[in-house]
Structure formats: structure tokens, C-alpha cells
């Protein structure tokens, strides 16, 4: 039954006046009643099939809107290359890994980086159903230093996309690997890297240090959350700082993938660094 009221609202946002309040539909709605905790589909998603759990926001986006970061894969298309290497951090349940793999072909290479469970469960089967060979998966967190840590998802959030290294009560903890990317790629030295996305709430400077290396030997495009207030302690400031110093220049993203020096969408948090 909720699958089918699911179907109804997806029709729905087709219209653009119910399509622009989506966000105050799910926190009105839809987040409040828990309409649709439990409720899976699989849907074709830009020719991949998704396995999505409608509870999730970012699954919610993806089933009722048809997009997810739209603009972001726009930069993806028209910025990676066949035949290109590309870090996917902090890949959730796969889109970008999706997209990349496509992109890079048969020449390409795709690693991705997840290392909460749930995600990366499904970002496992999203490779598998859709046949992706160039893609390795690595259920593993990204730092400043090889270790391990402990990983906090607070499921009030329905956001499987908030998990945070942060102490969060009464949340479902997990203890993970991390490692460094310099670290991680002493493994492949044969690899160059053209291309990384990062995209991990809140730790983007601590997961820089443990690139530099890579940033100073390859300068691949760097397409990064910043988020204000860094959950390692570091500002937006400092990790646009750290990228300057390297002589990256930072691009503004509009809502059709292009790219700007100057802000276009103030509400966008990611950007393209590029040399």
C-alpha cells in the first residue's frame, strides 16, 4: 500500500509546483508519520539500477525527484575523461561511482571509499547488479593518518549520508579502518589520479593531509563538500587555504554543471578545485 502512495507522490512531483516544496513535504510530512520507513524499490536511474530504501533522504531525492546533486554530475560529466582514474570518497550507496565508472570506460579506473556498513552493503550491490568492472570498493574511512575510529549514525536523521566520526548519543556505533590516500596508494604506484571527489561531513581537511602527497604528484580536480564549521575543527577557510597554497583554484558550480570564479548558488556547499 505504501509503495503505491509512494507512486502518487512520485507522479506528483513531476508537477514543478509540488516539485519546489519537496524539502518542506518531507519535513512535514514524510520525515513526522515515517510514511515511508521500510518501504524499498528498484528503480532504472539513468540506465542503473538502484536498489533505494525510501526512508533515506538522499534515496528519497533520488525516487521522487529522478536526481540527486544534479549539477555535481554535471561537473563529472564534462570534467572526467575516458580512460581516467577517479577517487570516489565517501560514495554512500554509489551515484557518483555509478556515473565515473561509465565515464572512464573500459580504460578507467574507479575506487571507491565508504566505510559505514549499511552504505557500503549497498554500494557493493549497486557495482555487482550493474556489472561494473572497473570499480574497486574499499569499505574503509579516509584521514590524515592509517588507524582506526569509531562511527556514529544518529537514525533520527534519515540520512544515511550523515554519518560522522563525532559522538553522537544513543546513535548506531561502528568501528572502522581509516587510512590515508598517500598511504593507501603506495599499494598501486603505477596509478595517476585525475580526478577525486570527496565527500565525508564534516572531516575534508583531515582527508587532504593524508592526500597532500597525491595533490603535489598528480593535481587531479578535486570536487569537495565544505561544509562550515568542520567537525576535525578545521574551517572552510583553512581547507580553502590548504588548496590555495597548492595552487589550486576554487570554481562555484551552477545549477547546469558549469563553472564559475564568481558565486552563483549561494545554498551550494561543493565546489571544483582545479589547477
Known sequence: MRILLAKIFKQ???????????????QRIF??????KGVKCSIDYNGFTLDLKLDDWIQENIFFLGEYEKAELGVLENHLKP???????????GVFTLHASRIVGINGKVISFEPFLTNYKALKKHAEVNHLTNVKIEK??????SGRITLYHDESEDNLGMVTANYVENAVKEEV???????????????????IKIDIEGFEYSTLLGLEQTLRKFYPKIL??????????????????????????KNFIS??????????????????FSV
Open 31 to 36: 520525515k513526522p508519520y515515517k510514511l515511508f
Open 177 to 195: 579502518e581509516v587510512v590515508s590516500i598517500d598511504d593507501y596508494l603506495l599499494r598501486a604506484p603505477s596509478l595517476t589520479i585525475n580526478f
Open 255 to 272: 545549477d547546469e554543471g558549469k563553472l564559475s570564479e564568481s558565486p552563483i548558488c549561494l545554498d551550494r556547499k561543493n565546489y571544483l
Open 224 to 249: 569537495i563538500e565544505i561544509l562550515e564549521g568542520e567537525d576535525d575543527g578545521a574551517s572552510k577557510e583553512k581547507v580553502e587555504g590548504f588548496l590555495t597554497d597548492l595552487g589550486y583554484k
Open 83 to 93: 580512460g581516467d582514474t577517479f577517487l570516489d570518497l565517501g560514495a554512500n550507496l
Open 12 to 26: 506528483a512531483f513531476k508537477l514543478q509546483f509540488f516539485r519546489k516544496r519537496f524539502y518542506g513535504i518531507h
Open 140 to 145: 574503509l574511512a579516509v584521514g590524515s593518518e
